[in-house]
């Protein structure tokens, strides 16, 4: 049965034919005194890939758990695909949307955490056919065709039945992947996601995430310490600091000729020196 | 050599002459409580922790409170307070449903410790998939806390039947009191109630040796 997408008022309010697919009004985010992010602008279109580097603290993470509402701005607003996703100014005041909106928009978003938080009571396989099963509601048969599909993309169909706890860390965060592509998100939001793997194993995390990136338009938000791959999947870097975007450029530029005194410091910092300016 | 002192000559005759009423009152009595009010406890448990965690304010402030009151009350209190409160109930039923209750305010801690011990992380995963509350709790949240919690409620299941001859109270022949209407019957004590001690080491040494592996294979290899 075709799915006709779900025309509420608030849908119809919001939504606009050629709006960006994230956009932040104006955001700040603040933890009791500390201001972690400060009128943050910035915009990502249709299928872009942008990654987000900065260093620690400077509020990357922060950026993607308001995108996948698992913190609510304290102000701006934050939209996706033209609907405000938790609040919306009415009468010149900010008032927070019913929950019923972000539940909605949730489901075009999937993300891949750090420590992969894969559910250690479900099997593989249960763990990628969860959602689409319960949330989505599609065909047990449909479900574990494409389950299997996925399998197959992050290399691990032999895996299906096994326990995540008698994985490796880079088969986990392989299985984190394809469960958050079972959910086939317009939006991937991808946080430091080789940072808790050995070395040894970042590279099949990260030749995965290139494929997806090749061969599919899924916008992708990312953050990542491993310029090389930045510089291979993403459109556009952002450089953060003091919950601020200082600087902005496509990847080539940023890494080979970064402007801002503080991205030259950070970028030399994590690239080592020689680096900069050289390629 | 002097004689043994007269209460510990010992009758064999004696001791096979009274297990069998023992054994039924075991059966019938003090396993059959044990097995349903661990039963009422477990799920009353549950009830509790997810009450005092997702209930308004107010209700969550009574059942904790309520909760408490029990706790800090005496089961024998209890069992005669209910016996003489409820007389047209059985006093079997008074005893299951006081176990039952009471134990629920104990166990209600255990899970609740085990549904804290739930990393952040997975409940942040459930709303990344966007799964309902519903499913959170029941296909995430409350499997991964009995993971944790199932040694302990064991551990509380083998209190609750060590407690049961406390029943004897409200006038229920569970085995303590099956051992003493046979001594009154014969004048034999010590034979029945040796037997008794017997039969509940019997039970609970190798149930807790049950729930220390139960605990072991539980336990997620990370
Ligand atoms: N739940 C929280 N409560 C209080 N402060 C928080 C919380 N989460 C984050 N912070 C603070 O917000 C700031 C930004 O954190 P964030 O995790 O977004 O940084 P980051 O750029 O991802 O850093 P890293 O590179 O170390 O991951 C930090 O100062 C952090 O201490
Ligand atoms: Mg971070």
Redesign the interface.
């Known amino acids: 049965m075709p799915t006709a997408p779900e025309q509420n008022d608030d849908a119809a309010r919001g939504a606009a034919p050629d709006a960006p697919v994230i956009e932040f009004r104006d955001v700040g985010k603040r933890y009791g005194d500390n201001v972690v992010l400060d009128g943050l602008d910035f915009s990502v279109r249709k299928g872009d890939r942008v990654t987000l580097i900065g260093p620690s603290g400077s509020g990357k993470t922060t950026i993607l758990r308001l995108v996948m509402t698992l913190e609510d701005a304290t102000e701006g607003y934050i939209f996706v695909d033209g609907e405000p996703l938790t609040h919306e100014e009415r009468n010149g005041r900010r008032v927070e949307l019913n929950k019923k909106q972000r539940k909605r928009i949730r489901q075009k978003i999937g993300m891949v955490f750090q420590q992969f938080n894969l559910f250690p009571n479900m099997t593989v396989l249960e763990n990628i056919v969860e959602a689409p099963l319960h949330v989505l509601g599609h065909p047990r048969a449909e479900v574990l065709e494409r389950a299997g599909n996925l399998l197959e993309k992050v290399g691990l169909a032999d895996k299906a039945d096994a326990h995540p706890s008698s994985l490796s860390g880079g088969q986990q965060q392989r299985v984190a992947i394809a469960r958050a592509l079972a959910m086939d998100p317009e939006i991937l939001l991808l946080d430091e996601v080789t940072s808790a793997l050995d070395p040894e194993i970042v590279g099949e995390v990260l030749g995965i995430l290139r494929t997806i990136a090749e061969e599919t338009d899924i916008t992708m938000l990312l953050v990542t310490h491993e310029m090389q791959f930045a510089k291979d999947v993403s459109n556009r870097v952002l450089m953060f600091d003091g919950g601020r975007i200082i600087e902005e450029a496509e990847p080539e530029a940023m890494f080979s000729n970064p402007t801002h005194e503080r991205t030259k410091s950070f970028l030399r910092a994590v690239l080592g020196e020689d680096q900069i300016g050289t390629r | 050599m002097t004689p043994l002192p007269a209460a510990l000559d010992w009758d064999w005759e004696s001791a096979f002459e009274s297990l069998p009423s023992l054994l039924s009152a075991f059966l019938q009595v003090t396993l059959l409580v044990t097995v349903l009010s661990t039963a009422l406890a477990a799920v009353l448990g549950l009830v509790i922790a997810m009450t005092l965690r997702l209930a308004p304010r107010p209700v969550a402030g009574v059942v904790r409170w309520i909760a408490h009151f029990i706790r800090m009350t005496p089961i024998v209190v209890q069992l005669l307070f209910a016996y003489y409160a409820f007389l047209e109930l059985e006093p079997l039923t008074i005893g299951v449903l006081v176990f039952g209750i009471h134990y629920s305010t104990y166990m209600s801690e255990v899970y609740r410790a085990g549904i804290d011990s739930v990393?952040a992380?997975?409940w942040?995963?459930t709303?990344?998939?966007?799964?309902?509350t519903r499913?959170t709790w029941t296909?995430?949240i409350i499997?991964?806390a009995l993971?944790a919690t199932v040694p302990a409620l064991g551990n509380y299941a083998v209190s609750m039947f060590k407690d049961t001859p406390f029943l004897l109270v409200i006038g229920v022949v569970e085995m303590v009191n099956a051992g003493l209407i046979y001594g009154g019957n014969n004048f034999r004590y010590i034979e029945p109630i040796t037997l008794v001690g017997v039969i509940f080491l019997l039970a609970s040494y190798p149930t807790s040796l049950l729930i220390s592996r139960l605990e072991k294979r539980l336990a997620?290899?990370?």
């Open positions: 990393p992380g997975q942040e995963a709303t990344a998939l966007s799964m309902s499913r296909a995430v499997p991964q993971r997620y290899r990370t």
